[in-house]
């Protein structure tokens, strides 16, 4: 089929959404519709509403999207502002002057990068044909699942490296809390109370499950679990499994508590779409080229505490 119409249809339209599927499927004339979403790369921005719709499927199966604050910040500046809070109110006698808070100095400026998270995937012709109704909500599914594991990856393990800075970088990381030689009951106490107490009432702690599993069998001196088999928290404070967290092996950090809402996630552009046709054409098969842009960064380092084994 062929298109004439030269007209452009912005994003968050339903025919942008219509074309823009079809092209995906490999119907050839779709694209002269897709010009205002089109990147230089060649690429075309998602439609408004399946965007929303694969928001909302990774902030479900992202940890950090869950656990951290999210912030969308396209083609914006370089940089962002975080806020410290140290003013307080004070007593003061009658008709006696109110002291004054300079909080100029409250805001600390933290650089942005724009990391490129990308994935190429490849499906049969066929498949997308007879699956016509479904192709949009499998192949944003795939999307999801790619992307929130590589995001989850980097937000633990990441360099800051062409990706984002995790939380157990040695610069840029999370602080540590406590150092051990193997994981006591008293070790995880300590580590509880290296966490400050504003950042204590909404931490949770974070593990692999194997760490777990050693931890729900731990006991202090009078035969008492440390882990809560009831309702599954460690002193109070529930526990989330990432299988990215690393073993409690020498030098790793298989532990960490902490206030995870001051890890900011930011995204820097739409999710983006590119159709590699000829490249599996001898297989019968599309192509896609499908990338982000975002940074991850811890705001306040003190806000999380890792426990770190020695070498």
């Avoid at 914006?76 to 808070?101: C, E, F, H, Q, R």
């Amino acid at each position: 089929m062929t298109f004439t119409n030269e007209t452009f249809i912005p994003t968050n339209q339903p025919e942008y959404h219509n074309h823009f599927w079809n092209y995906m499927r490999g119907n050839e004339g779709h694209e002269t519709y897709l010009d205002l979403g089109k990147k230089v790369t060649g690429a075309y921005v998602m439609p408004a509403t399946s965007e929303t719709k694969f928001d909302k499927k990774l902030s479900e199966e992202s940890l950090f999207r869950q656990l951290g604050t999210h912030v969308y910040a396209p083609n914006g500046p370089s940089t962002v502002l975080a806020k410290v809070n140290t003013d307080s109110a004070t007593w003061v006698a009658p008709g006696g002057a109110i002291p004054a808070y300079d909080a100029i100095n409250d805001f600390t400026t933290y650089g942005l990068s724009d990391h490129k998270l990308a994935v190429v995937m490849q499906m049969d012709a066929s498949f997308m044909h007879d699956n016509y109704p479904r192709f949009e909500a499998y192949f944003t599914d795939r999307l999801v699942k790619d992307f929130a594991h590589a995001e989850e990856d980097a937000f633990i393990n990441g360099t800051g490296v062409d990706m984002p800075t995790g939380i157990l970088a040695a610069d840029g990381g999370a602080e540590v809390g406590v150092t051990v030689s193997a994981i006591t009951y008293e070790d995880v106490v300590k580590l509880f109370f290296s966490l400050g107490k504003e950042y204590r009432k909404n931490a949770v702690w974070m593990m692999n499950s194997e760490t777990a599993l050693a931890l729900r069998t731990l006991k202090d001196d009078g035969g008492n679990y440390i882990w809560n088999h009831t309702n599954d928290t460690i002193l109070g404070k529930r526990v989330v499994i990432s299988e990215y967290m690393p073993f409690a092996a020498a030098g790793a950090k298989p532990i960490a508590f902490g206030e995870f809402s001051y890890f900011w996630v930011v995204d820097r552009c739409h999710m983006t779409i590119r159709t590699l046709r000829e490249r599996f054409f001898e297989t019968d098969q599309i192509g896609y080229l499908a990338y982000e842009l975002l940074d991850g960064k811890l705001i306040r380092p003190e806000a999380i505490k890792v426990m770190e084994m020695t070498a």
